[in-house]
């Protein structure tokens, strides 16, 4: 079984980034899940392009008002400015299947993809900002665009209802009801798809807590036949001046992440990040 360590939100803001190439350049994590909207995206693809990293995850976005859509159009998921509507708005229009909501998002996504693409980047993992992927119209669209590009399925990040903590279910209470339908949707048009755990569901981001979230999705993925890797989510970022709202809260998560890699503690449980590429690096 593959063991993946996804630091989200790359590109989000200089902290968030200075965090994610340090972890890197220690080898703790597979890969950046790199957001194409996000304030310092074409800095953070300079710096990735310097050490020939190429292969990265996509961190679709949506229902995030501090970033613009990449269409740069008007439409049902972004304001007159053309930011991004809150999650719950997001969230409630997802959930039409009406034609113009399709449209503007075929438009958006492929919009987002071509950023990446454009920066050199390969797409080897998807997962979606606060888990939009896994709603039905936005899963549905993203295998209309990789099937009309060609493309080879990328890893799905997964959410398996026993595996989430609570505060997780009452925040995202709509991604769980469809978590289970989107992993039998992945799993049949190929996509692999993961166990995921997230580093700081629980209440506060330790080994023991880790490891017993580790087991348990160890035991999981063993009973199930499609499951492709256990996936550790990650939010990293240093305190500093760049959104520091955002820094504050993942700073502990950053340096507890990175004491648990020091000491050794998966690598001695036989859990090593499986590297999206081997070429170059830092």
């Not at 392009?49 to 229902?63: C, F, P, Q, S």
């Not at 549905?140 to 026993?162: M, N, Y």
């Not at 995202?172 to 992945?186: G, N, V």
């Not at 880790?210 to 999981?220: K, N, P, R, T, W």
Request: proline share 5%; hydrophobic share 40%; charged share 25%.
């Amino acid at each position: 079984m593959n063991f993946l360590a996804i630091a989200d939100d790359a590109g989000f803001c200089p902290n968030v980034d200075s965090a994610v190439l340090d972890a890197m350049r220690q080898g703790y994590i597979s890969a950046p899940s790199i957001m194409p909207c996000g304030a310092s995206f074409a800095q953070l693809a300079e710096v990735l392009h310097e050490h020939n990293i190429r292969a990265i995850g996509w961190h679709v976005t949506l229902g995030e008002p501090s970033q613009k859509a990449a269409s740069g159009e008007h439409g049902p998921l972004v304001d007159e400015k053309g930011f991004f509507r809150e999650r719950r708005p997001t969230e409630e229009a997802l959930s039409t299947s009406g034609m113009e909501i399709r449209r503007w998002l075929y438009r958006e996504l492929d919009s987002q993809l071509s950023l990446l693409l454009s920066a050199g980047f390969e797409i080897l993992h998807i997962c979606g900002h606060r888990h939009f992927h896994l709603l039905p119209l936005v899963r549905e669209v993203l295998h209309e665009i990789w099937r009309e590009r060609g493309f080879r399925p990328p890893i799905v990040r997964g959410c398996d209802v026993r595996l989430s903590q609570l505060a997780f279910s009452r925040a995202y209470p709509m991604i769980i009801k469809h978590a289970e339908k989107a992993e039998e949707f992945y799993t049949k048009i190929g996509w692999p798809f993961s166990i995921t755990i997230g580093f700081g569901w629980g209440e506060s981001p330790t080994w023991p807590h880790l490891e017993a979230e580790l087991d348990e999705a160890v035991s999981l993925a063993e009973s199930r036949g499609s499951v492709s890797a256990i996936e550790l989510m990650l939010h990293l970022a240093r305190y500093g001046p760049n959104d520091k709202k955002l820094s504050m809260n993942r700073d502990a998560e950053y340096e507890s992440y990175s004491e648990i890699c020091r000491q050794g503690v998966l690598t001695r449980k036989g859990l090593f990040p499986l590297m999206f590429s081997d070429a170059g690096g830092f």
